[in-house]
């Protein structure tokens, strides 16, 4: 009789569960530390990036209304690190007038217009009518507006008028009924151009999150300075200092010559303002071997465009 004897299976010995064990804690260790090394970079490129964004908004934003400014108008406040001026939110051009009311050419959707608003001028802003003095020498007639308001085409603005056409009111287009507060001179005819500016001040704030941003505050047109409430813009910034070379935000002021415009100097000899703004973030910067905080920074030249002396 053959008689079949079976082994008995084996099973894991103890050393080898522990090894087996101690091997996948390194695997997954591993694997850990190479997902938070890769979060860690990519938070802190996205940090970076950041920075670097908030550095050309500030740049960009404040080039653009500093530059359309004039000294006619007059920068009413120059701080070191607030400025205050008439930014343009509008042109256009007259098309006719009756009394205080001025009609104004249609804005095309196809954007071939005669008339452009960044926002719609209100009772806060400046109408500024081009005129030519008896002397030959162009100066701006300066207006508050009482009221502007969008109306169908041809009803401020008739064809007949030539800034228009028969076929405006097919495209989408619309004309402006602008009224003004005083006396329209005599000069301001059909075709004199229009521009309408509004006073704003730009300024390094520290906000209820503890950080820097670069505000903008609308403020009224005449009179001394008052102004609304602070938006943020960009940021976050450096926090302001007495340091030049360390605060957040910092405007310099020059004359035509390129010399510092004094704080007791009139606004009228202003000929270009230098901006500096320097962006910080909390994250720690991992690309540089040194230790410290992802930061950047920039700096631009704006002059007057509108500087009659240039």
């Excluded at 087996?20 to 940090?47: C, D």
């Excluded at 071939?112 to 500024?128: E, Q, R, V």
Aim: net charge positive.
């Amino acid at each position: 009789m053959v008689r079949t004897v079976i082994a008995p299976r084996r099973g894991f010995a103890l050393v080898e569960l522990i090894a087996v064990v101690v091997l996948a804690g390194l695997v997954a260790t591993m694997a850990v530390a190479t997902i938070t090394r890769q979060q860690r970079f990519y938070r802190a490129s996205a940090e970076l990036n950041a920075a670097r964004e908030g550095v050309r908004d500030a740049m960009e934003i404040l080039s653009a209304d500093i530059r359309g400014a004039s000294v006619s108008d007059t920068v009413r406040l120059r701080a070191d690190s607030a400025i205050e001026v008439f930014a343009a939110i509008g042109l256009s051009v007259v098309c006719q007038t009756a009394g205080t009311e001025v009609g104004l050419a249609p804005s095309h959707p196809s954007g071939n217009s005669l008339s452009a608003f960044l926002t719609d001028p209100d009772t806060g802003d400046i109408a500024l009518f081009y005129v030519d003095s008896a002397g030959g020498k162009e100066r701006w007639a300066r207006y508050r507006v009482a009221s502007f308001a969008s109306r169908a085409t041809g009803s401020m603005c008739p064809a007949a008028s030539g800034f228009s056409t028969e076929t405006d009111p097919s495209s989408g287009s619309r004309d402006f009924a602008l009224t003004v507060t005083g006396t329209l001179l005599t000069a301001i005819r059909p075709g004199t151009p229009v521009r309408f500016i509004r006073r704003v001040r730009y300024s390094l704030y520290r906000a209820a999150d503890g950080k820097s941003y670069l505000g903008y505050r609308r403020c009224n047109a005449v009179g001394p300075s008052v102004c609304g409430g602070v938006q943020p813009i960009s940021g976050p910034y450096r926090a302001y200092s007495s340091d030049t070379r360390a605060t957040g935000l910092l405007f310099e002021y020059l004359d035509a010559r390129g010399a510092p415009l004094g704080a007791a100097a009139s606004s009228m000899g202003l000929a270009r303002v230098v901006i500096t703004a320097r962006s910080e973030s909390e994250q720690r910067n991992p690309f540089s071997q040194r230790s410290g905080t992802i930061a950047d920074s920039g700096t631009v030249s704006v002059a007057l465009r509108n500087d009659s002396r240039q």
